[in-house]
C-alpha cells in the first residue's frame, strides 16, 4: 500500500512572505515587518497577554492566521488557482499595496460576521448579551486564526465551512421569525425561540387547510386543530399548499424542505387517526418544545 501524499499548505501569509526576495524591495520588506509587529502588540493586549511571552507567542500565531485569512478572502483566483504560486503573488501584492494592517481587518470582520450567525436553531436571551458575544467571537478567533507559520493551516477552510453551516441555521431562523411575526392570533413575541419547533408547527397546524398561520399553540386550540381534522379528513397536501402561497419566496424552501421530513410522520398518522389526545399533545411536545403555551395540566 503506498504511503498517502501529504501536501504541505502553510499560511497564506508565510508563503507570501517567502516570495519577498526578488519581489520586494528592502525598504517594502521592512515596513511589512514592522506592520506585522504592530498587529502582534495589538492581539496581545486585546486578546491573550502583552506581558508574557507565552501571551506573546499566542498573538503571533493569531496574527499570522488573520492575515492569512483575509489574504485568502482578498485574493479571489479559482479555489484549483489559490493554492499555486500567482495567488501567493498576487497575496504579497494585496500585502505590500494595501498594508498588512488592513488585510488584518479584513481578515477579523470575517470573524466578527461569522459570530453574528446563530450557531444553533434555540436561541435565548444570552445570544444577545454582550458578554457573551465577546466571548462568542474570541472563541471563533481563536479556533480559526491560530496558525503555526511552520504548519500547514486550514483555517480559511474551517471558516468557509462554518459559514455555510451557520447561514443555513440563519435560514431556518428567519422562517421561524417571519411565521412568528403572522401567527394568526397576532404576532408572537417571546425573546426565546425554537425555530424548528415554530417551523413544525406551522406544518402540523398547515394540514387544516385555509392557509393559516399557526407558530404558537396551546393544549385547548391543539384539541380543537385535531377534532376537526378528524372530522373534515382534510387533503394534507392540499393544506400544505396553501400554506406555501402565505409564506414568502426566501423562506418557501425552507418550509417546503420540513413538509417532505413530516409528511410521514407517526404524529401527522396519529393526528388522522385514534391516538388519545393526551398522547398527541405530548408527542407535539417533541415536535414543538417550548413553543407550546402551558394552559392546564
Known sequence: MLPAIVIEKLPRLIRAIR?????????????????????????AEKFTNDRTAEGIQRAQLLSVGCVSLGLEHLVKEEMEMRDGAQGDLDALDVLLGEGAEFVFQQGFRLIRDLAALPEDTLLGEFDSDPVYSARRLKELFVDICTADPGETWSGYERYLGQLKQRQDVQAIVRAAQWLRRHHWEGPVKDPDLNAEGVIALAIIFGIEGGG??????????????????????????????????QIPAPHQAIIADRIQSYRNSILLQNIAGKVPLKELFVELENYAGSEIDAEYP
Open 19 to 43: 516570495l519577498i526576495p526578488g519581489n520586494a524591495s528592502a525598504d517594502e520588506a521592512a515596513g511589512l515587518a514592522d506592520e506585522l509587529a504592530g498587529i502582534t502588540a495589538m492581539v
Open 212 to 245: 393559516r398561520i399557526v407558530a404558537r399553540t396551546g393544549q385547548k386550540e391543539f384539541e380543537r386543530f385535531v377534532q376537526t381534522v378528524r372530522k373534515a379528513k382534510p387533503d394534507f397536501d392540499a393544506g400544505w399548499a396553501a400554506l406555501l402561497e
